[in-house]
């Protein structure tokens, strides 16, 4: 499998593959606030700098798919797209949001180092035809209808739109009503498709609209889930993360609290190493 060569202008070059560090993909589920946003970067940059880690800022500049008309989307493309511009400028890290329609595809890519196809939009040719002909990295969020090895139609079109670098993402599978289960088998199903794999650990334990007019979740499968799919090898995290989950005003049922970020990261890195080959972190 190549690695992939992830370009941006505030950090440099991130290597993602077989042989580098996890990338990790972390941020709030939404853009709340811009304070609260730098606050995150901030010291995820810090924790994963201790660490060794690359790290990319994640959070959603519009929710569309929430359970309830009335649930929290953020600020909107314009205004999203400036706070996460902000962030990487300030912060000096990559940024990645996701896009829902063709047209936000080359606006979103002025700002964003990688552009991010949500799970359930990740069958739409013209969506992935668009990101792709922005030549930014474009990351896929794995359906949670979609089968593993159907996942190549997703690259196929990518591909064959002009992308070369693409990430997959698992974020568990449909399982009866509000519910999600992982399979392990998909981690390297996914990367047979010649593209790096990234778990997402707190999508993956939401319970969509288990809440009513929201989605619950299972915070406290996180670390189990995460160290069993860096043991099944994979090349990044995707992470919810934010300092008072109960507090979020999206998804913080499956969010993980900052302050536990760290050791979980120092736990999953060791385990990394031991896979890979490499040494650990002291």
Known sequence: MNNLLIQTLAAGTITVGPGNP???????CALESQELAMDIAREMKAITSRLGLPYVFKA????ANRTSLDSFRGPGLTQGLRQLGKIREEVGVPVVSDIHEPAQAELAADTLDILQIPAFLCRQTDLLAAAAA???VVN???GQFVSP???AHAVNKLRGSGCRDILLTE????????????DMRSLPVMRSHGCPVVFDGTHSV???????GSSAGQRDFIAPLTRAAVAAGIDGLFLEVHPEPDKALCDGPNSLPLAGVEQLLRELVAIHQLV???SHVD
Do not use: C, E, H
């Open 22 to 28: 996890l990338l990790i993909m972390a941020g709030p």
């Open 134 to 136: 922005t030549g930014r």
């Open 276 to 278: 890979s080959g490499g």
């Open 60 to 63: 959603s500049y519009d929710k």
């Open 206 to 212: 939401q319970l969509p609209g288990g809440a009513g």
């Open 149 to 151: 090895w159907d996942m």
């Open 171 to 182: 974020r568990g599978a449909s399982f009866g009503y509000n519910n999600l289960v992982v």
């Open 140 to 142: 896929v969020k794995k």
